[in-house]
């Protein structure tokens, strides 16, 4: 499997993938904004594309739809639930499909709603799995909900479902919030080393060459994915008395995702 991400280089900063299958050429766009950019990227290495893949039903995930499906004919595959919102979608999707491409690559479907009701991840199984998630996990963060979100969801996804991948899983959002997201992890958790060293190389690179992290990785920085941690349930409770001396998991997943709204 050939992963190629495409920086759009935007205000939002959005990354597009391109999966290939090595054998044959054939690719699956992951969430297109900018068409002509995806087009070019395929051509200078020699995919063609024939399937796209709209994570959920935002439009920076699903404006170069028409200008992909325009040049290729591409298949358009989305979650059932977001179908309609989206518009010309060939395939609806649920939780276990199996997308495949060319004659090498596999991706499982997982349904991970919580950043809209209706968003799906793809899971590439292997050696070197790559989990390509859209708004749900970040880089060291997770997706808001401010957009037909449930935090409460989410946090069932993060917890039943991307916690439990393996820690060698490839993590590739819909985003490059890194830098950001690892100084609002530091700021709960200020003796996070893991953490600080990750924030001095994201702030030395350019965010088209940031790093690419791996789940296991995520469970050290990631604060979303540390709700048990002491010093994070403490530094919580500071702002929010409320939840009490030993907060449930979901109680500081939830209270962690609102602080960032305004953090
Ligand atoms: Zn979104
Ligand atoms: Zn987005």
Redesign the pocket.
Known sequence: MLIERIWAANPLRNFHYLVACAQTGEALIVDPLDASQCLAVARARGFSITQILNT?E?R??TDGNGGVVAATGSKVLAHAGAAGVIGSVDRGLVRGDVIKVGRTVELEVLDTPG??RSHVCLLAHGDSPALFC??TLFNAGA?NCH?GGDPGLLYETFVNQLARLPDSTRVFP?HEYMARNLAFTLDREPGNVDAAKALATAKAVKPEDARVTTLGEEKRVNAFLRLQNPEVVARLRERFPEIGEKPDARTVFVKLRELRNSW
């Open positions: 959920h935002h920076d995930h950043h809209t859209g708004d997706g957009n819909g």
